[in-house]
C-alpha cells in the first residue's frame, strides 16, 4: 500500500504571532517556519506503518513557494521515501487545496491519504474534509488510533462526546489528532539523507487545477489583551466573584 | 555564514530533545549535583547528536564545524548550564584530539562508543597547581616496559564523577614544557585511579565535578594519542574547538535570560508603571541584546574560518576573542538582568541567578580571561617578552 501524507509550511509553534500593522495578516519575515505539528503526527503515522510492513511507500506533498521544500525535506527525513513540491506562491484556501490534493491523489493512487486535522495557522479545518468529499472517498477525521486491516480502516475518533470508533474503506482520507503518535526526534543521519531523496516539482497547471474562487481575507486582528486578573484569598471569596460577574 | 535545511533540521531535533528530555528534569539534577550522564548521552547518541563533526568510520556524522556550531548554540535552550558543559566536554574538550590524531585502534576503542554515548569522557588538563599555566602540569607518565605509569592528580574535571575514560595530559619526559606532553586515554576503572569527593560549586550544579588522583595507574603505551611530546599543541589546538563551542552555547541562554527579565518588568510595577517603561531598562535590554548580536557575529565568523582553515592562526585570536567576550558578556548580561528583578533576583529559584551562579565560570574554565587576553595580545604583537629579574641578571654578570 502506498500512503500520501501532506504537509503544510506554518509559522513554528514557539513563535509568538504578531499581526501586521495594517492588518493585512500576520507578519512573516524573519520568522521561524516548521511543519504543522499534526502533519507532523500523520508523518509519524505513516512511517510506522512503513516500518511495521503495513505501508510499501510513504509520499509527501506540501503545496507552497519555494521554501516549502524546507518541510519536505523535514517529512523525507521522518521516512517518506520521496516528494511532491506543488509550487503555488499564492494563498491556498481550503478548498483549493483540496482540488490540489485531490489531483495529486488521483495521480499517485494511494491507499491511505493522511494528514493532519487542521493546520495551526488558520485552524480551518476543513482541507481533509474537502479533499475526501472531492474525491468521494470516505473520511475519518481527529483520529486518535489507526489500524489496517486489508481493505479496511478502524480509526478511533476524538469526538466532542468522547471516543467514536468507526470503520471505513480503502482509500479514505485519514487526519490526525494530538494523540495519535508522538512524532519522533529526527535523526542525524536520517536528516542528511533526506537530501538526497527525490522532489518533484509540479505547478497547479500540471495538475490541471484551477484556485477556488469566493474567499478572501478581509482583516487580520490581534485578540484582545488579556485584562489583569484579581486575587481572592479564600474559596468563598473566588465563588462570590464568579457569581458577581453571573459566571456560575 | 549560510544554514542550510540540515543545519535547520538539527536545531530543531536538539531543541526538542532539549524540551523534553532535559529541561522537565534540570531542577532535579540540580538538587542532585549530579546529572544522569550515562543515560542522557546514550539518548543523544542514538540520534546522532554526539559525532556530528567526528569522522563517520566512528560512527560520526562527519560534517563540518557550522554543524557542531548549531548543535552548540541550541544547547543554550537548557535551562542550566551545567549539561551543555558535560555534553561539550564529550563532543569537544576530551574528544577532538582522540579524533584528529588517536590511532585506529585507540579510536575504536574510546571514540566509537563516546560518539555513541556509551562511554563517558573527562578532560584531564588542570591540577591543583596548574590550570590556565598548562605548560606548569605535574603529573607524570613514566615508560615501563610497554606501558605508562601515571601518578599525579588532576582537578576540576567535568563528569568526573561518572566518566569511563579520561584523555589525560600528562609529562612523558623531563623536557622542555611545550615538548614533553602527552595525550593520554586512561580508562577510569585502571586500578590506581580513585575519584576523590564531587566539589561543592557556586553554580553548574547540575555537572560533577571531582578532584582525582592517579596512583602507579598503568596503562598501554598504545593508548597515547599521536606522538609523544606532541601533547601540549594538541590540546592547543583542541582549545579551539572548545573556545568556539563555548561562545556559541553562551548565545541563547542569555537571550532567555533578556527575554524573561522583559517579560518580568513588563509585569512588575512600581510607582503605577510597568517596571520597563523606565528608560535605563528598556534601553538596557536593547544594549545587552545589541552585544548578544555582536558576539552571535563573532562566532559564527570564527567558525566560517575555521570550517575553510582549521590550521589558520587568525583562528586562534578570533576563538580565543568570542571566549573572551562570552564570559564578559554573561557576566554583564546576568548580573544587569538580576538587578532588574530586585529581590526575587537574589533568590535561588531565579532562573537569572542559575544563570548569574553558571555562567561565572565561562571567565575561568577552558583558559581564564586573562589567558584569552595573553593570547590576543600575543597574536596582536604586543605582548612582551619575558624578561629576566634584575637578581639574575646581576648574577650572570
Known amino acids: 500500500m502506498k500512503v500520501l501524507v501532506s504537509v503544510k509550511r506554518v509559522v513554528d509553534y514557539n513563535v509568538r ?74 494563498e491556498v484556501s481550503p478548498l483549493t487545496a483540496a482540488r490540489i490534493l485531490k489531483a495529486v491523489f488521483e495521480k499517485e493512487q494511494p491507499g491511505l491519504f493522511l494528514m493532519g486535522k487542521q493546520a495551526i495557522d488558520d485552524d480551518n479545518n476543513q482541507t481533509g474534509q474537502m479533499t475526501s468529499a472531492l474525491l468521494g472517498i470516505p473520511q475519518a477525521t481527529f483520529a486518535g488510533e489507526l489500524k489496517i486491516d486489508g481493505n479496511k480502516a478502524t ?30 526526534y529526527l535523526k542525524l543521519p536520517d536528516i542528511m539523507k533526506a537530501k538526497r531523496k527525490p522532489v518533484e516539482t509540479v505547478s497547479m497547471a500540471d495538475l490541471g487545477v484551477e484556485a477556488a474562487p469566493g474567499l478572501t481575507v478581509t482583516k487580520t486582528s490581534p485578540p484582545p489583551a488579556r485584562a489583569a486578573g484579581i486575587k481572592v484569598k479564600t474559596v468563598d471569596e473566588l465563588v462570590a466573584a464568579l457569581k458577581d460577574k453571573g459566571l456560575v | ?134 605548560a606548569g602540569l605535574k603529573t607524570t607518565a613514566v615508560k615501563d616496559g610497554d606501558d605508562y605509569i601515571i601518578n599525579g592528580s588532576k582537578m576540576w574535571i567535568t563528569n568526573g564523577m561518572q566518566s569511563d575514560a579520561i584523555c589525560l595530559l600528562a609529562n612523558t619526559s623531563d623536557g622542555k614544557p611545550h615538548q614533553n606532553k602527552s595525550l593520554i586515554m586512561v580508562p577510569m576503572d585502571a586500578p590506581g585511579v580513585e575519584r576523590a569527593k564531587k566539589i561543592h560549586k557556586i553554580g553548574m ?84 541584546q545589541t552585544e548578544v548580536e555582536a558576539l552571535r557575529a563573532l562566532v559564527y565568523r570564527t567558525c566560517d574560518l575555521y570550517v575553510k582553515d582549521q590550521n589558520s592562526m587568525e583562528v586562534v585570536k578570533l576563538a580565543s576573542m568570542a571566549k573572551l567576550k562570552a564570559g564578559r558578556l554573561a557576566r554583564e548580561v546576568t548580573d544587569s538582568c538580576l538587578q532588574y528583578w530586585g529581590g526575587m533576583g537574589y533568590t535561588w529559584e531565579n532562573p537569572v541567578s542559575r544563570a548569574f551562579r553558571d555562567t561565572r565560570l565561562l571567565s575561568i574554565g577552558g583558559g581564564a580571561d586573562e589567558i584569552m587576553l595573553g593570547i590576543i595580545a600575543k597574536l596582536m604583537g604586543t605582548l612582551p617578552g619575558k624578561k629576566k629579574s634584575a637578581d639574575a641578571d646581576n648574577k650572570a654578570a
Request: charged share 25%; proline share 3%.
Open chain 1, 17 to 90: 504571532i504578531q499581526v501586521k500593522g495594517d492588518g493585512s495578516g500576520v507578519n512573516l519575515d524573519g520568522v521561524k517556519m516548521s511543519m504543522n505539528p499534526f502533519d507532523e503526527i500523520a508523518m509519524e503515522e505513516a512511517v510506522r506503518l512503513k516500518e511495521a510492513g503495513t505501508a510499501e511507500e510513504v509520499i509527501a506533498v506540501t503545496i507552497g513557494g519555494d521554501k516549502a521544500e524546507e518541510q519536505l525535506r523535514s517529512a523525507l527525513a521522518f521516512g517518506a521515501d520521496r516528494a511532491i513540491h506543488v509550487k503555488v506562491n499564492e
Open chain 1, 155 to 184: 480509526v478511533v475518533r476524538e469526538v466532542d462526546a468522547g471516543l467514536e470508533t468507526i470503520e471505513v474503506d480503502l482509500p479514505a482520507v485519514v487526519t490526525a489528532d494530538l494523540r495519535l503518535n508522538e512524532p519522533r
Open chain 2, 1 to 134: 555564514m549560510e544554514f542550510t535545511t540540515e543545519h535547520e533540521e538539527i536545531r530543531r531535533t536538539t531543541r526538542r530533545f532539549i524540551e523534553n528530555e532535559i529541561n522537565p528534569f534540570v531542577d532535579e539534577w540540580e538538587e542532585a549535583q549530579i546529572f544522569p550522564a550515562h543515560e542522557l548521552f546514550k539518548k543523544m547518541g542514538d540520534l546522532g547528536l554526539l559525532g556530528i563533526h567526528k569522522p563517520e568510520a566512528y560512527g560520526g556524522m562527519g560534517l563540518d564545524y557550522s554543524y557542531e556550531m548549531a548543535f552548540a548554540e541550541e544547547l543554550g535552550h537548557i535551562t542550566c548550564g551545567g549539561v551543555g558543559m558535560a555534553i561539550g566536554v564529550q563532543t569537544e574538550m576530551a574528544s577532538s584530539a582522540l579524533a584528529r590524531y588517536g590511532s585506529d585502534e585507540l579510536r575504536e576503542e574510546f571514540l566509537t562508543p563516546a560518539v555513541a554515548g556509551e562511554k563517558v569522557l573527562s578532560i584531564g588538563v588542570s591540577e591543583p597547581g596548574a590550570g590556565s599555566d598548562v
Open chain 2, 205 to 288: 550544579w547540575s555537572s560533577d565535578t571531582a578532584q582525582i588522583f592517579f596512583d602507579n595507574v598503568r596503562v598501554p603505551q598504545r593508548n597515547r594519542i599521536g606522538m609523544e611530546g606532541m601533547g601540549f599543541m594538541m590540546q592547543m589546538q583542541q582549545f579551539q574547538e572548545e573556545r568556539m563551542f563555548a561562545g556559541a552555547s553562551t548565545l541563547k541562554g542569555l537571550e532567555h535570560v533578556i527575554q524573561a527579565t522583559i517579560e518580568y518588568t513588563q509585569q512588575r510595577k512600581t510607582f503605577d508603571q510597568p517596571l520597563i517603561d523606565n528608560q535605563v531598562i528598556h534601553f538596557r535590554m536593547g544594549e545587552l
